[in-house]
């Protein structure tokens, strides 16, 4: 039976994370994205063992993700300054400090665990009205739709935080 239903703004890492997350314990969640595909911002990025332990336990494949670095920093002479140290547990378990990827490819693997029907692109959120017990959701696309609990992970400029 479900907990409660979630309303997600944003379909970013950190939405894609909440609903994955809240999905995993019980909760019917729709994730909401205003552009018709998730796209990433930048290119690369380095994930840590807890990122990587994380996105396991929400249920993303982190198989062969990619080889994990030894971090090294070192001044212009080549002599190193410090080295970054791993429990040795970690350094069992996942083979050494972070993983270099390319952003599409994390993106594709947390949109590969999303449940069919969970995301829906195209939905740009325009109005929020707060009803106490419930949040009504109007959309730029004419559509409307309610949730017991609004997230807001719509980025930097986020719509959800200015109306709060
Ligand atoms: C040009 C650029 C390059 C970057 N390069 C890197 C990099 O190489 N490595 C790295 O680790 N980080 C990089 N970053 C930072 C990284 O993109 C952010 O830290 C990360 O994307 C934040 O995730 P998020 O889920 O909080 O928000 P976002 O990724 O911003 O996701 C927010 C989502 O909400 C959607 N949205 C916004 N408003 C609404 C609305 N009203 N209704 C519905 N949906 C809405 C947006 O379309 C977007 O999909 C870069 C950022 C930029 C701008």
Redesign the pocket.
Known sequence: MSKGKIAI???????MAAALAAIRVGFDVTL????TE?????????LWPPPQKVLKLIGVDTDDLGAPCKVFFKNPQGHVRAEVMLPAEVEREYGGGFIGLL?RGLYQRMLDALPPGVLRLG????GIEDRGDSVMLQFANGERDDADVLIG???????VRRHL
């Open positions: 703004i944003g379909a970013g890492p950190g939405g909401f994205e205003r552009m998730v796209h990433a911002a930048g290119n690369i990025l380095n952003r939905h740009e959120l325009t992970a719509d980025g930097i400029n986020s719509f």
